[in-house]
Structures are given as C-alpha cells and as structure tokens.
C-alpha cells in the first residue's frame, strides 16, 4: 500500500480539505475514483503481524543451555547402553542380588567378617561361572585394612586408594556402573525430563500476539458513505481516503475524519486518549500543533459517537489512522527478557562452563591416569571415562530447576488472581518483585473515573458535598460542620436533575459522566431524579453545542406555569442573568459587585482543577416558544463544582510505597496540566510536571537528564508514554506501566511490567499487559508487587537449595572418582535424587507465603542476581563439609562392611545432608515454619520415598543399594545436626562476605 500523504486536516477548514482530496460533500467520490483510491492506498485495515508458529515456539525451549547439556548427557548416556563392554555386561540372578544384600546385614565380628564375606563372594562367583582375578582375592590375615565386596559380580576385594593399596582395574571396578538396559532406562528418563520441561515452557508461553487484532476489533465493522451522491452502507474496510462519511449517534468512527458538518456531536475519545468525558465535537479549524484530544474538528477510527450526529471527510484509512499508527508502535516494540529470564540465563551459562569443565577434567584424569596395565581396550576406558562424565553432568545439572520455577510462577499466578490481578504472563509474577517505579495513568487508576460534585456555592457560600464517586451517600458541610440544605440549594439540585440527559439506576449510570454527577449530588440530598422528573415534566430542549456552551429545558411548573432550567459555562450563564437566588430562595437584582463574586469564585474552584458549571432558571405564566424567550433574564441559582477524586485508599498506599518500600509512583495523563497537578498533590506525587508539548521541545539527552525528578506527565500521547518508558528503563530502572486505552497498549507493552484495567481497559490494553487488574485498583498493583516479592524470595530460596545439592553432588561424585576410582553414586541415583528426593521440597519452597514485612523491603534487594557472593560461599562450604561427611561414611562402609553398604549409606547420606540445607536456607528468612504444610508433607514424602528405595527389593534393585544397618542411619542424624550447626555459626562470617543477608530489613 502506498504512503498516504500527510495532510495536518484540523489545520484546514472544511472546504480546504475537501478540495485537497478532491471529493464533493454533495457526492462524494464516484465508483471510479474509489477502484483507483483503493489500488494506490489499499484496504481500510490495519496490517497484522506474523503469528508465532508453534513448533518454533516448542523448539525455542531447548535453547536453555542447562537443558541442552543435559539432553547431550542423556544421549551420551543412551549411546553407552548400546555398546557392550567386557566384564560390564553381566546380569546377575536375583538370588545372587538378595544374597549379596542379605551380606551386609550378616551379623559377623570385624575380625571375621571380611573371610566370611569373601567366602560368600567366591561362592556366589563360581555359582554364576564368573573368575575372580588373582589381583582381586582377598589376603585377610595379611592386610587387616582389606574389605570384601559382594556386590557387582566379579570383584571380591576392592582397596582404598587412600591407604595406598593396589588400584582395582578399571574393568573389574566398572562393574560398578549400569548395564546395557539400566543406562537406556537412565537415558530415557533424562528424556522424559527434558521433554516435560518443554512442554510445560511451551504451553506457559504459547499465545498468539492478539494486540493488533484487538485493536482492528476497534475499526467499525459498518460505515454509512455517500457515493455518486447517495448513502450506502458499506463494509468499512472499503472506506478510501476522500470518502464522505456520515456519523450517528452510537456509531464507530470506521476511519480518521475531517467533521465537515456536526449537530451536538459527542465524541467518547477514552481508547484513544485516555480520558473518559465526551468530548465535544465542531468543525472550526485550529492553528498550531494539538495533541489528539484538542483537535476538535476530528473524529478518530475506533472512537464512539455518544450523541448528535455529524458528516465528515476521510483523511487517513488503515495504518495512516492515529489507531494505525499505535499499532504500528505496538508490532516495533520488542519484548524484553525479564529480570529473572535474565538471572536465570546467566546463571545457566556459568553452570553450563563450570560443568562442561568440570566434566572435561575428570574424563580426562581418568582416561590419562586410571591404571591401564589391565590390558583393558581403548574403547573400554573411553566408555568408562563417559559414563563417569555422564554421571558427574547429572550430578551437576539441576534437572528440576525449570520445572520448579514454572511452577512457583504458576503457584503466584493463581494467589495474585484471588487477590484480583490476573496474570497472562508467568515471568510478570516475579518480575513484579523487582518493579522500582510504576507510571500510573490517572482517569480510573489512580481516581475513580467517576465525576463527584466536591463543592457548591450559593448566595456568596461555598459549600462542600463528601462522598465520591456514584455512591449516593453523603453530607454538606461548611467547614467540618455539617448543615442543612436551603431553599436554594434544593433549586440548585432540582435544576441539575432536571437540566440533564443521564440516568441514575442502583448506582449505575447512563449517559454522560458529568451529568451523571449532577443526579448523584442530588441524590446525597434525599432528592431522586426519578421522583422529580416524574413530577417536572419536560416539554422543549435546547442542546448543548461547543458555541453555545450551555443546554436549556423547559419544564411543566407542578405549581402551574413552565419553568426554565439553564446550566453551563459560568460566564455565558451569567450574561443570561438579570437576578440571583439568596439562600432563602429570594430573588434579587444581580449587581456587578455580585456578578464579579460569582465568577471570582468561579476561577478559584477551577484553579483547583475543578469543572465548574452555572446553573439558572425562570418561571413563565405561558410557554415561551422561542430561544430567546427561554434564555433570557434569568435568575442565577449557584455553581457545582466536580472532578474525578482520587480513590480513598490511593493516598495511604503511595506515601507508603514511596517512603517504605522505595517505589516511586509517577502519573502519566491525557488531561490537562493544571487537572493533573492537582490530582497529584492531593494524592502526594510531589515533583516536576510537564505537557507532551514540553516533552517535545527537550531533546532525549535533555530528557534523559531531567526525568528522575518529573513526577506528572500530562497531555501525552503514545509516543511520549514509550519515550518515558524508555528513559526510565535507560537508568536502570525496573519500569511497571499502567493503562486502559488504546493509547496505552505500545508503552505497556514497551515497560518491563505492562499492566491493564480488567473492568475499564480496552481489548488492545488488555492484550498488551502482562498482567490485568480485574477491579481497575491502584492497591492491587501493590498486592501483586508484594506477591511478585515473595515469589523472588522463594525462587532464590529454592535456587539455592537446588544449587547447593547439585554442587555437593559434583564435589561427592569427584572426590569419588579420584579417592576410590569408581562412582559412587550412579547417573540413576543422582537422577532420583535431583527429581524425586530434592525436587519435591523444592516445589513445596515455591508455595511458601510472602514476608510479612517484604514491601519495607528496598526494591535494589530485589535486583541482585539470585546467588549472590555470600550464597556462593554457602554452597561451597556446605558442599564442603558434606562432601567430606559423605566420603567418610562411605570410607567407614566400605572398610567395615561392603561396597553395596558404602554405596547405600552415600546415596541415603546425599538425601538427608541435602534436607538439613533445606531447613538451614528456610531459616534465614522471616516466615514461621509451619505457615508452609506443602513442604512440611514435601520433606516426609522425600523420606517416605528414599526408604522405599532402600527396603523394597526391585526398587533396591533398579538403584543398586540396599537396606541400612543403625550405626548408618545414627551416623546421618549426628553427621546432620553437626552440619546444620556449623553452618549457623558461619551465619556472622557469610554475613561480612555478603553487603545483604536474606532477611527483611527490620
């Protein structure tokens, strides 16, 4: 489609700017010139970007590095099973397996038990045809420090390395590792992990980027044209620029026009501008440049008609539209990674160095170093060195990290939806823990978006009306004295009913906010607009038009006669004036003395930023019949003064933001400067205030100097909102972007956290956020910030915990191969360990509650990465200290009893230390225990689950270990309550390693 041209129409007046498009309001534009409009301009649509396609969306998920090096380990893995390797291919009975088991709990003296087992092994070993070697049969009453081994069939001694004894072989201790269809298994269940992590990312992430299609929902469907001088209604998609199209009341602007004829025409401009009041609408041109909401001579594609009825010309269709236009800022606004998407990555890329060299350095020691004097084969040590790489790869890659961070995330989306936040991106949930500033939009956010008549003044008398919004509860006061309503009074509220077009049903309103404001008023006074229009029957109208300034009814007086009822603009009123109304309801000459108070008054309430209306009447014997008779010689009455109030709870939870928790709140509005200004005050935004029109005279480097100390953007439209956004982001500030329009959709979408009204917001607004606030509450904003900061906390806490085990699995399963040359612990062990017995409390950690005092948290907390320099010294000094209790109690099995014990006693040892570091991490932070049931039943279930590994014997099979003697299991409760303490009293130490310590700052 080519570029339309670019004609500033509201500059024009109307007949310049059919000229300019070569139409005629008579005609309209002829068939033929519509067909060769169309073929240069193209469809009246907006263009829709690329849909994500699915299976990319699916395969994006394994480009998590973590994820990548485990499914390189499961295929390694897998491709081990298949190769058959001397002495490693040998299944064994499972009298053989329950013999061997039944071994380790034979109740034999030190001094004999290493004959009798020996004995067993040899007997066991010639049963199933398999030779000993000479260099592996054991010499008891020569070497007391031996210890039999009657477990993987063949070795019957094997000696630590330590003590400095003869190295097994390495064919002989691989006897150790998996056979052919245990390593498929193990290959297939790191699969299966993989695969469940993808699914679930893929199925979190997956939705389609409807934000375009919302805003073509705006365009009418339906457009009213006159074409070779008759009306059709046609397909608004046809509408080419030239067009002549006619307007209703209740219809949809289908593209942007050029009003070239209006009748009391009432535009609802809110998607678009932000602002919810009708704006009235002419056909006078304007000079110089005007933000959307000034350009009274326009009417704007996806905009409603609310009254009258008007013709206009197209000056712009599709992407030339100002709805075009937002949509073209929402498709080239790219989406940023969240913080935790980005801590995580990094976290991820170090994890994936430290475990590809870790990996690379222990295959190498044991293909370089382990005794080869065996005759064992190349490939034979190769297999070996990969199964142990394989083996320490899974030690060290946390499977379940992924998964346990969907979940949290879930888990947090489904409490900020009881608490009416409703998230539509699962990274919104953490990333609003770290949110430092929220840019607030005013109308609805942070007001009611409900006009309330806030004063009255009458006979020289300001009065004030509490209540706010369409609650119809309320009281007149002077002072902080409450008073009665006077004869005038009672004039002042019967004209407004009666001068007025809205309706007041339950509370609800039809019809235009500030009219509707005028029927509540009324109603906080015992007068209901049913009741007095009942009573006061209308009989002729004179609309509102933006020249006249003023609307007029003429009424049947119940008393007899017709009654006038007159509202509007304070200063056009008033020259209709001849008398005014004192309180008693007399009516006296209005002098200039008091004509000067009225509108003295009138500049003092709209300094306020109050919308100030004057209200008059008159009685007549006869119905007049002219607009002259109506309007004139009347008898001023008195002022209403209203605005939209800021919600009651606003002003406490932004001083309480800004002053304890460190978020600064900035408001960003269509209104006007003064209104804004005011509206901040009162709800304590103290700071800069600026207009677009400013905005646009500073450069960015200006800009970019100045915006920490601006706290009130007004008369914006959607390029300042991205261009604050920006700004803001730019200093290094986590940015939460708040809206309900269509204007808004590009800077939410363009802020770190995009957050729409749920009752107010447009479908484009809507489709844009991350997250929706289903009761349109400022308050819920901070709900679900305190929320997004509980599930930080419990990220880094299962972060840690997660971390922390698979470290002490790396520095176990190492220490292991050079210490013993063997693993001790399997790829299925660690497996189990890292999903099962660890992955549980870690998912059960993700439902654990906020901190009470989480939000007099600094926001800077919140944005360090998820281990920091103090947790890192944690994890290695815990790893280090159970590392060397598991080794030990390995060493004493393996010296004492066997090595089906010494493996079972570290397997069972890695399950319970990692458990105390769990309790250790959780008691950092200020959250009562059992305020968490889920991880309490988390942590039985990991026991439950080990012991059914240990005692039931086809479990105890698959996992290659066997039930535990009581020196073992008191052995591990000692081992833990010595860890837990030590790590304690380290707190003081780690606390000078680390500027912060996990606690809330009291």
Same mark, same amino acid.
């Given at each position: 489609?080519?570029?339309?041209?670019?004609?500033?129409?509201?500059?024009?007046?109307?007949?310049?700017?059919?000229?300019?498009?070569?139409?005629?309001?008579?005609?309209?534009?002829?068939?033929?010139?519509?067909?060769?409009?169309?073929?240069?301009?193209?469809?009246?649509?907006?263009?829709?970007?690329?849909?994500?396609?699915?299976?990319?969306?699916?395969?994006?998920?394994?480009?998590?590095?973590?994820?990548?090096?485990?499914?390189?380990?499961?295929?390694?893995?897998?491709?081990?099973?298949?190769?058959?390797?001397?002495?490693?291919?040998?299944?064994?009975?499972?009298?053989?397996?329950?013999?061997?088991?039944?071994?380790?709990?034979?109740?034999?003296?030190?001094?004999?038990?290493?004959?009798?087992?020996?004995?067993?092994?040899?007997?066991?070993?010639?049963?199933?045809?398999?030779?000993?070697?000479?260099?592996?049969?054991?010499?008891?009453?020569?070497?007391?420090?031996?210890?039999?081994?009657?477990?993987?069939?063949?070795?019957?001694?094997?000696?630590?390395?330590?003590?400095?004894?003869?190295?097994?072989?390495?064919?002989?201790?691989?006897?150790?590792?998996?056979?052919?269809?245990?390593?498929?298994?193990?290959?297939?269940?790191?699969?299966?992990?993989?695969?469940?992590?993808? #699914?679930?990312?893929?199925? +979190? !992430?997956?939705?389609? @980027?409807? *934000?375009?299609?919302?805003? =073509?929902?705006?365009?009418?469907? $339906?457009?009213?044209?006159?074409?070779?001088?008759?009306?059709?209604?046609?397909?608004?998609?046809?509408?080419?620029?030239?067009?002549?199209?006619?307007?209703?009341?209740?219809?949809?602007?289908?593209?942007?026009?050029?009003?070239?004829?209006?009748?009391?025409?009432?535009?609802?401009?809110?998607?678009?501008?932000?602002?919810?009041?009708?704006?009235?609408?002419?056909?006078?041109?304007?000079?110089?440049?005007?933000?959307?909401?000034?350009?009274?001579?326009?009417?704007?594609?996806?905009?409603?008609?609310?009254?009258?009825?008007?013709?206009?010309?197209?000056?712009?269709?599709?992407?030339?539209?100002?709805?075009?236009? #937002?949509?073209?800022?929402? +498709? !080239?606004?790219?989406? @940023?990674? *969240?913080?935790?998407?980005? =801590?995580?990555?990094?976290?991820? $890329?170090?994890?994936?160095?430290?475990?590809?060299?870790?990996?690379?350095?222990?295959?190498?020691?044991?293909?370089?170093?382990?005794?080869?004097?065996?005759?064992?084969?190349?490939?034979?040590?190769?297999?070996?060195?990969?199964?142990?790489?394989?083996?320490?790869?899974?030690?060290?890659?946390?499977?379940?990290?992924?998964?346990?961070?969907?979940?949290?995330?879930?888990?947090?989306?489904?409490?900020?939806?009881?608490?009416?936040?409703?998230?539509?991106?699962?990274?919104?949930?953490?990333?609003?823990?770290?949110?430092?500033?929220?840019?607030?939009?005013?109308?609805?956010?942070?007001?009611?978006?409900?006009?309330?008549?806030?004063?009255?003044?009458?006979?020289?008398?300001?009065?004030?009306?509490?209540?706010?919004?369409?609650?119809?509860?309320?009281?007149?006061?002077?002072?902080?004295?409450?008073?009665?309503?006077?004869?005038?009074?009672?004039?002042?509220?019967?004209?407004?009913?009666?001068?007025?077009?809205?309706?007041?049903?339950?509370?609800?309103?039809?019809?235009?906010?500030?009219?509707?404001?005028?029927?509540?008023?009324?109603?906080?006074?015992?007068?209901?607009?049913?009741?007095?229009?009942?009573?006061?029957?209308?009989?002729?109208?004179?609309?509102?038009?933006?020249?006249?300034?003023?609307?007029?009814?003429?009424?049947?007086?119940?008393?007899?006669?017709?009654?006038?009822?007159?509202?509007?603009?304070?200063?056009?009123?008033?020259?209709?004036?001849?008398?005014?109304?004192?309180?008693?309801?007399?009516?006296?000459?209005?002098?200039?003395?008091?004509?000067?108070?009225?509108?003295?008054?009138?500049?003092?309430?709209?300094?306020?930023?109050?919308?100030?209306?004057?209200?008059?009447?008159?009685?007549?014997?006869?119905?007049?019949?002219?607009?002259?008779?109506?309007?004139?010689?009347?008898?001023?009455?008195?002022?209403?003064?209203?605005?939209?109030?800021?919600?009651?709870?606003?002003?406490?939870?932004?001083?309480?933001?800004?002053?304890?928790?460190?978020?600064?709140?900035?408001?960003?509005?269509?209104?006007?400067?003064?209104?804004?200004?005011?509206?901040?005050?009162?709800?304590?935004?103290?700071?800069?205030?600026?207009?677009?029109?400013?905005?646009?005279?500073?450069?960015?480097?200006?800009?970019?100097?100045?915006?920490?100390?601006?706290?009130?953007?007004?008369?914006?439209?959607?390029?300042?909102?991205?261009?604050?956004?920006?700004?803001?982001?730019?200093?290094?500030?986590?940015?939460?972007?708040?809206?309900?329009?269509?204007?808004?959709?590009?800077?939410?979408?363009?802020?770190?956290?995009?957050?729409?009204?749920?009752?107010?917001?447009?479908?484009?607004?809507?489709?844009?956020?991350?997250?929706?606030?289903?009761?349109d509450q400022f308050l819920t904003i901070i709900s679900a910030i305190e929320e997004g900061r509980g599930i930080f906390d419990n990220v880094r806490k299962f972060v840690n915990f997660l971390i922390s085990c698979n470290i002490a699995e790396v520095l176990a399963v190492t220490f292991g191969i050079l210490f013993f040359d063997n693993l001790i612990l399997t790829a299925a062990q660690l497996l189990f360990i890292n999903i099962v017995t660890d992955g549980l409390p870690a998912v059960a950690l993700g439902s654990d509650p906020a901190q009470k005092d989480s939000l007099r948290q600094k926001p800077t907390y919140y944005q360090q990465p998820i281990l920091n320099r103090r947790t890192w010294v944690e994890i290695f000094v815990f790893g280090g200290l159970m590392t060397?209790?598991?080794?030990?109690?390995?060493?004493?099995?393996?010296?004492?009893?066997?090595?089906?014990?010494?493996?079972?006693?570290?397997?069972?040892?890695?399950?319970?230390?990692?458990?105390?570091?769990?309790?250790?991490?959780?008691?950092?932070?200020?959250?009562?225990?059992?305020?968490?049931?889920?991880?309490?039943?988390?942590?039985?279930?990991?026991?439950?689950?080990?012991?059914?590994?240990?005692?039931?014997?086809?479990?105890?099979?698959?996992?290659?270990?066997?039930?535990?003697?009581?020196?073992?299991?008191?052995?591990?409760?000692?081992?833990?309550?010595?860890?837990?303490?030590?790590?304690?009293?380290?707190?003081?130490?780690?606390?000078?390693?680390?500027?912060?310590?996990?606690?809330?700052?009291?």
């Open positions: 489609m080519s570029n339309q041209k670019s004609i500033l129409a509201y500059q024009l007046s109307s007949t310049e700017t059919v000229d300019s498009f070569n139409s005629s309001v008579k005609t309209g534009l002829s068939q033929a010139d519509v067909l060769e409009r169309r073929a240069t301009y193209g469809l009246n649509s907006l263009a829709t970007k690329k849909s994500i396609n699915p299976a990319v969306l699916f395969i994006n998920q394994f480009k998590d590095v973590l994820v990548i090096i485990l499914l390189v380990s499961a295929i390694i893995s897998w491709a081990v099973s298949l190769i058959s390797v001397s002495g490693t291919s040998q299944t064994y009975s499972q009298e053989f397996i329950d013999r061997s088991m039944a071994c380790i709990n034979d109740p034999i003296s030190p001094s004999d038990g290493a004959s009798s087992s020996c004995n067993l092994a040899s007997k066991l070993a010639e049963k199933e045809a398999i030779t000993i070697p000479e260099s592996s049969k054991c010499q008891t009453k020569e070497l007391d420090q031996q210890f039999t081994v009657a477990w993987g069939g063949g070795t019957a001694c094997n000696l630590y390395v330590m003590l400095g004894m003869p190295k097994l072989p390495v064919s002989d201790s691989s006897q150790l590792l998996k056979t052919n269809n245990e390593g498929s298994r193990e290959a297939i269940l790191i699969f299966v992990i993989v695969f469940a992590i993808a #699914i679930i990312g893929f199925l +979190n !992430e997956y939705r389609a @980027e409807k *934000t375009v299609e919302a805003l =073509k929902k705006l365009v009418g469907s $339906k457009a009213q044209v006159r074409r070779a001088g008759q009306i059709f209604e046609i397909d608004a998609i046809e509408l080419v620029p030239g067009d002549v199209v006619v307007l209703d009341e209740g219809s949809k602007v289908p593209a942007d026009l050029r009003l070239i004829s209006v009748s009391n025409l009432y535009a609802n401009e809110a998607s678009l501008t932000g602002e919810s009041v009708p704006v009235s609408k002419n056909t006078l041109a304007q000079k110089g440049d005007k933000p959307l909401g000034d350009q009274k001579c326009m009417a704007f594609a996806g905009t409603f008609i609310t009254q009258g009825r008007a013709e206009g010309i197209v000056t712009a269709t599709g992407q030339a539209t100002e709805i075009g236009k #937002i949509a073209k800022l929402v +498709n !080239e606004v790219e989406e @940023e990674a *969240t913080p935790m998407q980005r =801590k995580l990555d990094d976290l991820g $890329k170090k994890l994936g160095i430290f475990i590809l060299l870790i990996c690379a350095g222990v295959f190498a020691i044991i293909f370089l170093f382990v005794d080869s004097q065996t005759g064992q084969s190349l490939l034979e040590r190769s297999i070996f060195a990969f199964t142990a790489a394989v083996a320490l790869a899974v030690a060290a890659i946390p499977e379940g990290l992924a998964f346990v961070v969907r979940i949290s995330l879930a888990l947090g989306a489904r409490r900020m939806a009881t608490k009416q936040a409703l998230v539509r991106k699962l990274s919104a949930v953490e990333a609003l823990g770290s949110t430092d500033i929220i840019c607030s939009d005013k109308t609805g956010t942070l007001t009611r978006g409900e006009m309330t008549v806030r004063a009255i003044h009458i006979d020289g008398k300001t009065y004030s009306l509490t209540g706010s919004g369409y609650e119809t509860t309320g009281k007149l006061t002077i002072g902080k004295k409450q008073v009665k309503p006077n004869e005038a009074i009672f004039a002042l509220m019967r004209i407004g009913v009666l001068c007025n077009n809205a309706q007041l049903q339950h509370n609800q309103i039809l019809g235009d906010p500030t009219e509707a404001a005028l029927l509540v008023s009324a109603a906080k006074l015992g007068m209901q607009d049913a009741d007095i229009r009942s009573v006061w029957g209308r009989e002729t109208e004179i609309p509102f038009t933006s020249l006249r300034k003023m609307m007029s009814v003429v009424t049947k007086n119940p008393s007899g006669g017709y009654s006038i009822a007159t509202k509007g603009a304070t200063e056009k009123v008033l020259a209709l004036c001849s008398h005014y109304l004192t309180s008693s309801g007399q009516q006296k000459p209005l002098n200039p003395n008091i004509r000067q108070q009225i509108l003295d008054e009138n500049h003092r309430l709209s300094s306020q930023a109050l919308r100030v209306l004057a209200f008059a009447s008159d009685n007549h014997a006869n119905q007049p019949t002219s607009n002259t008779q109506i309007e004139s010689n009347l008898t001023f009455v008195g002022l209403q003064a209203m605005m939209d109030p800021p919600r009651s709870e606003v002003i406490d939870v932004i001083h309480r933001v800004q002053t304890e928790s460190g978020i600064r709140v900035i408001m960003i509005t269509g209104d006007y400067i003064d209104t804004a200004t005011a509206i901040a005050e009162e709800i304590g935004l103290h700071g800069k205030a600026i207009s677009g029109a400013e905005l646009d005279s500073l450069s960015q480097a200006e800009f970019e100097a100045i915006v920490e100390d601006v706290s009130v953007y007004a008369r914006v439209d959607p390029e300042h909102k991205i261009r604050i956004v920006q700004a803001l982001k730019k200093h290094g500030h986590q940015v939460a972007m708040t809206g309900d329009g269509v204007n808004d959709a590009p800077a939410i979408k363009a802020a770190d956290i995009g957050i729409a009204m749920g009752i107010a917001g447009t479908d484009a607004s809507k489709e844009a956020a991350d997250l929706i606030l289903l009761d060397t209790a598991l080794l030990f109690q390995f060493w004493y099995n393996l010296h004492h009893e066997s090595i089906l014990a010494a493996v079972s006693a570290g397997f069972t040892a890695m399950v319970v230390y990692e458990l105390v570091r769990l309790i250790d991490i959780r008691t950092d932070y200020n959250i009562r225990w059992f305020s968490n049931p889920w991880l309490s039943v988390a942590i039985a279930s990991s026991f439950v689950l080990q012991f059914a590994v240990l005692y039931i014997p086809k479990m105890a099979s698959y996992f290659e270990v066997g039930p535990l003697s009581r020196h073992d299991w008191l052995f591990m409760v000692t081992g833990s309550a010595v860890l837990f303490a030590i790590m304690k009293s380290l707190n003081p130490v780690f606390d000078r390693i680390g500027s912060e310590t996990h606690a809330v700052v009291k």
